[in-house]
């Protein structure tokens, strides 16, 4: 039997079905729908627990489990589900559940349902699968079977005890180790490391799991990560022997570490057929100095790198056989008075080498590699025939003045017209043949490496770029016909892949640009290009953790000391929330992070006067550094200037109250998510309190403008609908006047304002505006740094100065998805349940092919535009739908009348648009 069921709805329910059904015809459809009839052609698969697929050591009491199902039949959706988790493999094959069984529930949830069985206790190993029920209530076969196992969640779990080397000589970069036998085979092992610094961790001479840089950094004043690993099969039968190789980090003396070394507790929990036994860290364990130490202060311009003398390597120092007795045993010490929690996302590994373009002597005698493109990681150079103790030092540098006829501006400390911000390694030789280095637990944004102390020039295949970029997958895919568009897109996910705010990593003068405030305009571009929920997650606890006890969010997170921003800096956790509840479908996020962001927005107010916001610090610097609203926007000239403040605040009290405004939306939006009416309506009537005193107060009704009527104040004022509703119309005809007219169709805003343009255009349908600015070649454009400097990442400022990996320019990833491709999130639906797909078919671009991988699956929107006509193609994900905008009437579907194709409910026809309610599959649409 195959029933049909009545497709149209609008988007907030079904439309009512007009037809009498008789009493059989009620018994049989209620029959197909519940009780079924044979298996589904759905399948289930993409588990992930907390975003992630198998997680190792999680913390959550109440994890959260995802599915995604699969299907080429129309209008699939979820209609019930089952879940078993049970307490091994074989158990679960047999469907024994003996931790948690669902049983039949009839929902259509897939994303995030949490576990509610048995409770969690440390080390305990889970597995699990699912059955789906589809539309006509046909069970789908079990998914493939997914796990994840606990962490130690109680502090008495831990009978590790915090080590650390006793007697440093320096500030420390310790080799640490212990050897012990087992005698039965081993069933299963796991290691937990809980450090603030980064470490290699070695069993039997191996290294374990592919990470660099481990663990992402957070706020150490406050907590320390834990990562854990499944080391089964690293040990043996016999002697073995566990080895760390560790680096400071950002566990410094100038961020609280008072033992000149780093410290740390580990914990071995190995299941053997006898039983548990645990080898865990204490004063049993040696320790010895390694051949590292530190070059630089690890803060602005002078986070340095490291001193390799290789004389001093120990070859064998991670292998059980070693002889150790002559190392110090490890001192034990006080547990540090912070919270330790699981990581929880992915952390970063090194990409695909990269080979250098060119290698040539300088004038000055100087070796100079280039790797033609910035990044964020290490080089690897290969040196031959060298002598012991010869000394090789590196500068690392992200821009060379002498490629560029007009002045730019010198961010840091530069050498030979190379700028390097001090970053630079030495190597002290061994003097045994061909030797090698690369850093371990520093890295370096570069694109050239200026070399001295070689004695020969190094041959091209000697020398390799390796960028470092977290461990998670691409979600979006797009190209199109008009070739600059594509070489912005290429470049600033390019960008983006230097950068990794979650973890720290970035710009390696000013590291703190990766955590910074900055990253607010950028996020919508990220999740777009990358699959960040995890990462995004993390860096929301970065942002908590940083609050202090008045509310003030700070400008960076994690925090290491005070940098300059605004309230947008510090609004970016309610951004990341934003982006984690209406992409990611995250709830139980908005929940934590609530009273958070209310003393956030309280703290706000607390500097207005007469319901107005001034200009304060919340530091003891000066305000035109800590009240900062639009940064970086470009000079009348390619000029060396970074846009500094000027001395009359009007501008950014302006720009600021209307990002005020932002904030309370947000916060009322989040209200009503939670269901919490009472706040909404606060909220709400705050809002329409403030708006009106806003305008009033920056308004000039002779002039029909605001005091500041430049392309960013314009846009964020209507991005917060500060203008009356009936003056809205007039703001945003001086706003198109500014762009086309007044500036040429190039932009005039620096980071906040232009998101803010860009996020105003597309959600209201002025594509045509962005593909205007998009496609200048002149300065200020993208295509000016791509076109006119030949740059190919994103720099710090319009005239291509300052840093050369960092992404204060880097605001336009998102338009190519949501403009373009037309791809937006519907934010009565949270999470891509339902979504909107609406692209702008500008006269600048031919054809478009794009994708983004939301929660419940791969989204598809490729159009072609030829003589008049559009041809559109599009994916909608199982147990999902869409609305769908499709440009003038007479809309066919696969050569078919659109308004009678399964799957599709006609909506309305509005401001030139068929809109249709799509259910998931795939169309064809034509017009």
Not at 33 to 54: A, K
Not at 303 to 323: I, P
Not at 895 to 910: L, M, P, S
Request: with cysteine.
């Amino acid at each position: 039997m195959n029933i049909r069921p009545i497709m149209c709805m609008s988007i907030s329910n079904y439309l009512n079905n007009s037809r009498i059904i008789s009493l059989a015809t009620l018994v049989l459809l209620s029959t197909a729908l519940f009780v079924g009839c044979g298996e589904s052609s759905v399948t289930v698969s993409n588990l992930s627990c907390e975003y992630l697929t198998d997680p190792i050591g999680i913390d959550e009491k109440n994890p959260r489990l995802s599915w995604q199902l699969k299907s080429g039949q129309r209008g699939q959706k979820q209609t019930a589900y089952r879940v078993l988790v049970a307490s091994s493999k074989e158990k679960l094959d047999k469907s024994t559940a003996d931790f948690w069984d669902t049983g039949k529930v009839k929902s259509d949830q897939s994303i995030l349902v949490a576990y509610d069985g048995r409770e969690l206790v440390s080390r305990t190993h889970c597995f699990w699968k699912v059955m789906s029920w589809d539309k006509d209530g046909n069970p789908s076969k079990w998914s493939e079977t997914a796990e994840w196992s606990m962490g130690l969640l109680k502090s008495g779990d831990w009978t590790a005890k915090w080590i650390t080397n006793p007697a440093p000589k320096r500030l420390s970069y310790p080799w640490l180790r212990q050897t012990f036998d087992l005698k039965e085979n081993i069933e299963r092992a796991v290691i937990h490391v809980n450090t603030p610094s980064y470490y290699e961790l070695h069993i039997n001479g191996k290294k374990v799991s592919p990470y660099v840089l481990t663990p992402g950094i957070s706020k150490i004043d406050k907590r320390f990560l834990v990562n854990s690993y499944d080391v089964t099969s690293y040990l043996v039968k016999g002697t073995n022997c566990i080895a760390l190789w560790m680096g400071p980090g950002w566990h410094q003396p100038g961020t609280g570490n008072k033992y000149n070394s780093p410290i740390l507790r580990a914990q071995l929990d190995i299941h053997l057929p006898s039983g548990l036994t645990v080898i865990g860290t204490d004063s049993d364990w040696r320790v010895h100095e390694s051949c590292i130490s530190q070059i630089g202060s690890w803060e602005w311009n002078e986070f340095g790198g490291e001193h390799f003398d290789a004389r001093e390597y120990l070859q064998d120092w991670n292998q059980a056989d070693l002889d150790d007795s002559d190392w110090l045993y490890a001192g034990e010490i006080a547990p540090p008075e912070v919270l330790h929690s699981w990581q929880g996302c992915e952390s970063p590994r090194l990409s695909q080498a990269v080979s250098p373009k060119r290698i040539f002597q300088l004038n000055n005698g100087k070796w100079l590699i280039d790797f033609g493109r910035p990044l964020t990681g290490w080089m690897n150079l290969k040196m031959h025939d060298l002598t012991a103790g010869q000394n090789i030092h590196i500068y690392y540098a992200d821009l060379n003045y002498n490629d560029y006829d007009q002045e730019m501006n010198i961010a840091g400390s530069s050498t030979d017209g190379f700028q390097h911000f001090n970053q630079q390694d030495t190597y002290i030789a061994r003097g045994e043949g061909s030797e090698s280095f690369h850093s371990r637990f520093n890295y370096h944004s570069f694109r050239y490496a200026l070399i001295t102390g070689l004695d020969q020039k190094p041959a091209l295949e000697d020398a390799s770029a390796m960028m470092i970029e977290p461990d998670i997958p691409s979600a979006g895919k797009f190209e199109c016909s008009n070739e600059l568009f594509n070489s912005i897109h290429e470049t600033t996910r390019y960008t983006f892949r230097t950068q990794n705010p979650g973890l720290a990593l970035g710009t390696g003068e000013a590291r703190e640009k990766s955590a910074y405030g900055d990253g607010g305009v950028h996020l919508s571009g990220y999740l777009y290009n990358f699959k960040c929920d995890a990462n995004f997650r993390k860096w929301i606890r970065d942002w908590s953790d940083n609050q202090r006890q008045d509310g003030w969010f700070g400008h960076t997170a994690p925090a290491f000391e005070d940098h300059g921003g605004g309230p947008p800096w510090g609004g970016q956790a309610s951004e990341l929330v934003r982006r984690m509840a209406y992409w990611y479908g995250d709830t139980r996020i908005v929940e934590q992070m609530y009273p958070l962001l209310r003393k956030y927005v309280e703290y706000i107010e607390s500097n207005t006067k007469e319901d107005i916001l001034r200009v304060y610090s919340p530091t003891d610097r000066k305000w035109q550094m800590m009240f900062i609203g639009d940064w970086a926007a470009p000079t009348e000239k390619p000029l060396s200037s970074f846009n500094q403040p000027k001395d009359d605040p009007t501008e950014w009290e302006f720009l600021n109250n209307s990002y005020r405004v932002l904030l309370w939306r947000q916060l009322a939006d989040f209200a009503r998510i939670l269901g919490r009416n009472d706040e909404y309506l606060r909220c709400h009537k705050h809002i329409q309190k403030i708006r009106p005193l806003i305008h009033k107060e920056f308004f000039m009704p002779e002039k029909g403008t605001y005091v500041f009527n430049n392309q960013a104040c314009l846009a964020m004022a209507l991005y917060a609908q500060i203008p009356p509703k009936d003056l809205r119309p007039e703001i945003m005809a001086q706003l198109e006047n500014e762009i086309v007219v007044n500036k040429k169709g190039h932009l005039s805003t620096g980071m906040q304002g232009t998101f803010a343009m860009l996020d105003l255009l597309t959600r209201t349908n002025r594509n045509d505006l962005i593909a205007l600015i998009m496609g200048q070649t002149t300065y200020p454009s993208w295509g000016y740094l791509i076109q006119g400097l030949g740059l190919n990442t994103w720099p710090e400022l319009w005239n291509g100065g300052g840093s050369h990996v960092i992404l204060v320019t880097a605001t336009p990833g998102a338009w190519f998805y949501e403009g373009l491709g037309g791809i937006l999130p519907d934010y009565e639906y949270p999470g891509f349940k339902h979504f909107i797909l609406r692209p702008g078919f500008v006269k600048s671009v031919d054809w478009v092919k794009c994708s983004y991988e939301s929660p419940y699956g791969e989204i598809v929107s490729n159009w072609n535009s030829e003589n008049g006509s559009i041809t559109w193609d599009i994916s909608v994900p199982p147990n999902s739908s869409a609305t769908v905008y499709v440009p003038g009437n007479n809309i066919t579907e696969g050569g078919k009348n659109a308004e009678t194709a399964e799957g599709i409910c006609f909506v309305k026809y509005d401001d030139g648009y068929s809109i249709f309610r799509v259910e998931s599959g795939e169309y064809s649409f034509k017009n």
